[in-house]
C-alpha cells in the first residue's frame, strides 16, 4: 500500500516488483514464479517496461539457492532471450549472475560470452559484468582468459570506452582477494540466508540495468556496495595456543574415487574375454603352511578352478 502513494505509476509499479521479489527471495514460490513471467511476456515500449526490469531479475531472486530451481530459471532465462523485449534482453544477463554467483559454469560461461560480444551495448555491458559476478573470486582460467579477449576487442575505437571499463571490472571481480573471497549471499553450504549481503548485491544489479548512467557514468561507487557480499572462501583454525593453523581453501565439491588395485569385471590375470569371476581364497590341504590356493569360479562353464600359489598348477574339477 505504502508503493501505491509514489505520483508516478511507473515507478511505483516498479518498487512494488522490488519489495515483493525481495520477500520471496530464495523461497522457490512457483506462483510467484509465474506471475512474474506473466509480467514479462507483456509486450511494451522501452518508457513503459521499467516494471519488467525487476519482474525479471524477480524470478532469479524467487529461485535462487535452490538446485532444481536454479536450473529451471536458466531455461527460462533462454526462453527470455529468445522471445523477450529488448529491455528484457538486457536484463537477462544480470539475472543469471545472480543465479551462478561465484560459480562458473562452463554452459553460463559460454551463454554470457556470446551476449558480450552483442551489437547492443547494453547488452553486452550486461553480459560482460555477469561474467565478473560469476566468476568472483575463482580465478577461472578459462572465464581470465575470455575477458583478455574481450579487452583486446573493445580496446579499439572511442564508442566501446564503457564495456572495455566494464571488463576491467570484471577482471578486478574474477580475481578479486587472489581466489580467498567470493560472493555470495548464502553460506554453510546453502543452509544460512544473509539478507545484509542479498540486499548489497542487489543493489549492485539495479544500478547495473542502466551501467552507462551509475556505473560507467559519475556514480561508480555503487560497486562497494558489493563488499556486504563478500566472504572468505578460506578456513583457518586456532589452536589452544593461539597460533593459526594451516588454512583450507576453495569451495566443497563431489568427488568419486577407485582403488587402484580394483579390477574391472571379466579381466583377470592374462585372460582375455568378457567372463564374470568371483575370487575367493581357500586353504591349501596340501601344503597348510604355503600361501593359500585362489578359487575362481566362472559363471559361464559353471567350473570351479583352483590355483595352487606355491606349485602354480592348475586342475580342473566339476561343481
Same mark, same amino acid.
Given at each position: ?30 506462483? #510467484? ?13 522501452? #518508457? ?23 536450473? =529451471?530459471?536458466?531455461?527460462? %532465462?533462454? *526462453? ?60 577461472? &582460467?578459462?572465464?581470465? @582468459? ?6 583486446? $576487442? ?13 571488463? +576491467? ?6 580475481? =578479486? ?8 549471499? %548464502? ?29 560507467? @557514468? #559519475? $556514480? ?10 563478500? $566472504? ?17 581453501? @576453495? ?7 577407485? *582403488?587402484? &588395485?580394483?579390477? +574391472? ?14 575370487? *575367493?581364497?581357500?586353504?591349501? &590341504? ?34
Amino acid at each position: 500500500m505504502a508503493c501505491q502513494c509514489i505520483p508516478n505509476e511507473k515507478c511505483a509499479k516498479f518498487v512494488e516488483l522490488v519489495v515483493e521479489t525481495c520477500a520471496y527471495a530464495g523461497s522457490g514460490n512457483v506462483l #510467484k514464479v509465474q506471475q512474474m513471467l506473466h509480467l514479462c511476456a507483456e509486450h511494451k515500449e522501452d #518508457k513503459e517496461s521499467i516494471y519488467q526490469v525487476a519482474a525479471v531479475i524477480g524470478v532469479a531472486l524467487i529461485a535462487f539457492g535452490e538446485e532444481i530451481g536454479t536450473e =529451471m530459471a536458466m531455461r527460462t %532465462m533462454q *526462453h527470455l532471450l529468445q522471445y523477450g523485449e529488448p529491455t528484457i534482453k538486457r536484463t537477462v544477463p544480470l539475472a543469471i549472475g545472480l543465479l551462478r554467483i561465484s560459480h562458473p559454469e562452463v554452459a553460463t560461461m559460454d551463454l554470457l560470452n556470446k551476449l558480450a560480444y552483442d551489437t547492443d551495448p547494453d547488452t553486452s555491458m550486461s553480459a560482460i559484468f555477469a561474467l565478473g559476478l560469476i566468476g568472483a573470486g575463482t580465478n577461472n &582460467s578459462k572465464l581470465a @582468459g575470455n575477458l583478455r579477449f574481450l579487452a583486446s $576487442y573493445y580496446s579499439v575505437g572511442q564508442q566501446s570506452e564503457n564495456q572495455l571499463f566494464i571488463v +576491467r571490472i570484471a577482471q578486478g571481480l574474477v580475481h =578479486m582477494g587472489k581466489g580467498l573471497l567470493g560472493l555470495n549471499p %548464502m553460506h554453510s553450504d546453502k543452509f544460512l540466508f544473509s539478507n545484509v549481503s542479498l540486499a548489497g548485491l542487489l543493489t549492485v544489479l539495479y544500478a547495473a540495468t542502466d551501467i552507462k548512467t551509475f556505473i560507467a @557514468g #559519475k $556514480y561508480h561507487y555503487i560497486l562497494y556496495y558489493l563488499t556486504l557480499s563478500i $566472504y572468505p572462501r578460506m578456513l583457518i583454525t586456532v589452536s589452544n595456543l593461539t597460533l593459526f593453523m594451516p588454512s583450507i581453501t @576453495g569451495q566443497r565439491e563431489p568427488r568419486t574415487s577407485q *582403488h587402484a &588395485s580394483a579390477r +574391472r569385471p571379466g579381466r583377470g590375470h592374462g585372460r582375455s574375454g568378457g567372463q564374470a569371476e568371483e575370487n *575367493h581364497w581357500l586353504p591349501n &590341504s596340501r601344503h597348510p603352511s604355503a600361501h593359500p590356493a585362489r578359487r575362481t569360479r566362472r559363471v559361464s562353464d559353471g567350473r570351479i578352478h583352483f590355483r595352487d600359489g606355491c606349485a602354480r598348477e592348475l586342475c580342473d574339477s566339476p561343481t
